[in-house]
């Protein structure tokens, strides 16, 4: 919500990032609407997704059920002005 963007851009300090990563395109969809157009952030292009070397090379327990099932992980990086 706007509160929370707020929040965000009150304590990421200035060239600081919020990385966001969800299996969920609509709740995807709805974060970059709120911070894409947000001013005191800049979007970024987020690191790319690698396929991973080992079971245990994934983020989260999460990440790898997901990925391992065919789900696509949605990712966006912005940077604090």
């Not at 970059?32 to 690698?50: A, K, N, Q, Y």
């Amino acid at each position: 919500n706007p509160a929370f963007t707020q929040l965000l851009a009150r304590v990421v300090k200035p060239g600081g990032f919020v990385h966001h990563w969800t299996d969920v395109a609509d709740y995807f969809q709805m974060v970059r609407g709120l911070m894409d157009p947000h001013p005191e952030f800049v979007t970024c292009t987020p690191p790319e997704e690698r396929d991973a070397s080992n079971d245990m090379d994934y983020q989260t327990s999460f990440e790898r059920k997901k990925r391992k099932l065919g789900f696509p992980i949605y990712r966006a990086l912005w940077q604090r002005r």
